[in-house]
């Protein structure tokens, strides 16, 4: 297989990186290079800050309805070549075709969404808003938006960004995860192939250094992440001291309350899927499950059980590939070391290893990054296993006494991103949704990631920001509210 070197896309033009220094992106099912990513140097990163900046005044004049249209053509473009796209993620992220199939299904409903922007965008006036006075708000772009992508999407987490940003009148930048930037560069030649003005739309690949630089920067007026709380707070206090607007999703520890009346037969599937989806490593991910009562011991049985269904394999093994509940590796050598060491923190606090994935080995992957799904019962939440983000296929089981006990265990949590209760009880569900704190709450659904059109986003620790990620409600970190005070007086 030939290895391919990644480039820059900056002014509408492909670029050979400045910096000779490449590192290596590996397949994590087989550990075999597949690609090499450049470590863009400060300069790349200012001459996309300067093209996007250049850019900006014709942009921000386009008519909305003409900025949309290339994002209808792109939206075309892509889901006409799904498949391409989805085996490229998959190959160098490792998450199943289905996963992968169903990461793109996000990618054109935000696209859809902002293609409203020409409804979405407007603003508000009110006539007499005092004697002979009007008053109005403008939605007006900014400038220049940056994005510091994730490795555990690299389709769908940009496009939660992007085409609101560039709709809304500004001009994007990408900085790719340097784990999978393949993923962003396949979609780049797509984007590049609608036509978009040059220095609308820029990619750039690098690592810290070139994301610092985008903060740095005094032409670049936001930046949108996704990662760990850790680097969440980073930038956050750069962003603040530069006076930039910053949207940074960090860390989760999703919880799955099932109680007494739930309908076992029905979620514990549903369960499973939310557990070990993309191997554990997404931020909607389940990895605490909390049985309320008696039916504690019956759902840690279950949920035991049907995981030891769950396939783990090569995503790209044709023989397993169109399986519904396929689990690929994790995404490199350090996240499974950690996600091992996290397995054996569990052991010696105490808790109970009830399922252990830890000798997973595949055949023809045998340099692959796998582990097994893995289930620790009878966990207490003061345990690091319960604390911290493990990102991996491992689930801690826990026992509340009744719904009070199990809410006051998520919301002491540091973490707020996302929740689930199982019930067929109103009330239960009512104080559930009302009382948890956490930013986006399931119902009997494993993965509670709202559409497209609504908001996406934690509380606490999980998220650095004012404003959420898609939907409508992004059109107000994309844009300045300028407002406007208006009186005429008659001619003489």
Request: proline fraction near 5%.
């Amino acid at each position: 297989m030939q290895i391919k070197k990644m480039q820059n896309y900056i002014n509408g033009k492909w670029k050979e990186a400045e910096n000779t220094a490449y590192i290596d992106v590996e397949n994590p099912s087989t550990g075999v290079i597949i690609a090499k990513v450049p470590l863009s140097t400060r300069n790349e990163v200012n001459k996309s800050v300067e093209a996007a900046y250049n850019a900006f005044p014709a942009w921000r004049d386009t008519p909305v309805s003409r900025r949309v249209r290339y994002l209808f053509k792109l939206n075309e473009i892509l889901r006409n070549n799904e498949e391409l796209i989805a085996r490229t993620l998959v190959a160098e992220m490792g998450k199943s075709l289905t996963d992968a199939r169903a990461e793109m299904k996000r990618v054109y409903e935000n696209i859809e969404v902002a293609c409203g922007m020409p409804v979405m965008q407007q603003g508000d006036i009110i006539i007499g808003s005092s004697f002979e006075i009007d008053g109005e708000v403008l939605r007006l772009p900014l400038g220049v938006f940056c994005m510091i992508a994730p490795f555990n999407f690299p389709s769908m987490v940009p496009f939660w960004f992007l085409p609101y940003a560039i709709a809304t009148g500004n001009t994007f930048i990408v900085k790719a995860s340097e784990q999978v930037p393949m993923t962003m560069q396949l979609i780049t030649e797509f984007i590049d192939s609608c036509g978009l003005p040059p220095g609308v739309f820029n990619l750039v690949n690098g690592d810290k250094e070139a994301a610092d630089a985008f903060m740095k920067s005094p032409k670049v007026k936001g930046i949108s992440l996704v990662g760990t709380t850790s680097t969440c707070k980073i930038i956050a206090e750069k962003c603040a001291k530069t006076n930039k607007r910053f949207q940074a999703m960090g860390s989760a520890k999703n919880h799955l309350v099932v109680m007494p009346d739930a309908k076992l037969d029905s979620v514990i599937r549903n369960m499973t899927s939310s557990c070990y989806g993309c191997a554990g490593q997404r931020c909607m991910a389940s990895s605490a499950i909390i049985g309320v009562g008696d039916i504690y011991k019956t759902v840690c049985s279950k949920f035991i059980e049907d995981s030891k269904s769950i396939i783990t394999g090569n995503p790209l093994d044709p023989v397993i590939a169109e399986e519904p509940l396929l689990m690929g590796p994790v995404i490199s050598k350090k996240a499974k070391n950690f996600i091992l060491s996290m397995v054996e923190t569990g052991i010696k606090e105490g808790a109970k290893l009830a399922l252990d994935g830890r000798d997973k080995i595949i055949k023809g992957c045998e340099n692959g990054y796998f582990i097994g799904p893995t289930v620790f019962t009878d966990v207490k939440p003061q345990m690091e296993i319960h604390k911290t983000e493990i990102f991996g296929p491992v689930v801690v089981m826990m026992y509340a006494a009744d719904l009070d006990e199990a809410i006051n265990i998520i919301n002491a949590h540091q973490f707020g991103n996302g929740a689930s209760i199982y019930t067929q009880n109103g009330y239960f569900a009512r104080k559930f949704k009302l009382e948890v704190e956490c930013g986006m709450i399931g119902i009997n659904i494993g993965i509670p990631a709202p559409v497209a059109y609504l908001p996406f986003g934690g509380m606490k620790a999980s998220q650095f920001a004012d404003i959420k990620a898609q939907g409508k409600a992004i059109i107000n970190f994309f844009t300045e509210d300028k407002i406007i005070t208006e009186r005429f007086f008659a001619e003489n």
